[in-house]
């Protein structure tokens, strides 16, 4: 499927408002039709809001969670998507290599989706979620590292079929981005570093969004 990841460069952006202005640029040049764009939280929301404003599109939310291996967290061997009923995505080779068995990873996962209700109540407060059926999505976070939580989100959004299926982060390794290609119609990734370490190596300023950046973002979005 095609893929429009413009020029590659290494520079860091500023922060996640000016990736997701450049970003938004590049989405805008795929001249998409009725677009509505998901937001992965925390992080993705501020590169969202920018691209919704480029695209005068809706902001809604995807909510993810990533289930970490018992000895290292940060070590995502599953994702859990939101839905009915919700996706669970395994990265079976780090399963294998961690020793995390399918019941762990079960557990973990209901106790996410609890989580995932707290965060889309409070963020949310109640709006209903934009139809995706039949429409252009547009998925975007502020980058992507081992693309387990990503893939996990794609496979859940193929699930209500929308029309068109974009997939839109400021930075990736370039191996990433031509893994996921195949799971969308069209990826827009300005910064594909030849050498990546961490999403946060990429931006000036990457500080730890919180709950209620996120809610103001959305509230901002809401009225535009």
Known sequence: MPAHDGAVFTQAFADRQEAGRVLGGQ??????VDPVV???????VAVGAEVARVLRAPLDLLLVRKIGAPWQPE??????????????????ETMQY????????????????QEIARRRALYLRGRP???LAGRTVVLVDDG???GTTVRAALKALRRVA???????????????????RSEVDDVV????????????????????????????????????
């Open 27 to 32: 989405v805008a040049a795929l001249g998409l």
């Open 38 to 44: 998901l937001a992965l939280p925390r992080g993705g």
């Open 75 to 92: 070590l995502a061997v599953a994702a859990v998507v939101e839905g009915d009923p919700p996706e669970i995505v395994i990265d079976a």
């Open 98 to 113: 961690g020793g995390v068995s399918r019941d762990y990873i079960e557990a973990e996962a209901a106790q996410q989706l």
């Open 129 to 131: 979620a934009q139809p």
């Open 144 to 146: 992507i590292a081992t």
């Open 162 to 180: 929308p029309q068109r299926l974009v997939l839109a982060v400021p930075v990736a390794a370039a191996d990433t981005v031509a893994e996921l």
């Open 189 to 224: 990734c300005p910064a594909q570093p030849s050498f990546f370490h961490a999403v946060g190596c990429h931006y000036g300023d990457f500080h730890q969004v919180e709950d209620d950046e996120v809610i103001a973002l959305l509230d901002a979005a809401q009225r535009q």
